[in-house]
């Protein structure tokens, strides 16, 4: 399979084809998703879209499942901050 990028918070991971952006992340250690109103970190917890605890910002997009969201090639992905959500300009 050919491997691919995904950039999280900036860094690149890799990824291959089928992969979701949760199980690329949690393949290369990364497990933070989001963080509550009150700073608490939160991950994969279901990881079959029931829970909402992946959610992330996927290309400016808040509120994305990441457990249910299949990683593309050059996607640009950012931990949540529950008590701010930015757009992305
Ligand atoms: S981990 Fe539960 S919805 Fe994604």
Redesign the pocket.
Same mark, same amino acid.
């Given at each position: 399979m050919k491997q691919f990028e995904i950039y999280v918070n900036g860094q690149p991971v890799p990824a291959t084809p089928g992969q979701t952006i949760?199980e690329a992340m949690l393949a290369n250690g990364l497990r933070t998703c989001r963080n509550t109103r009150s700073h608490s970190p939160r991950g994969?917890?279901?990881? %079959?879209?029931?829970?909402?605890?992946?959610r992330m910002i996927v290309d400016g997009i808040p509120n994305v499942?990441?457990? %249910?969201t299949p990683a593309t090639p050059g996607s640009r992905i950012r931990v949540q901050d529950d008590g701010v959500i930015e757009m992305d300009p």
């Open positions: 949760a994969v917890f279901c990881g %079959m879209g029931i829970c909402y605890e992946c499942r990441t457990c %249910m």
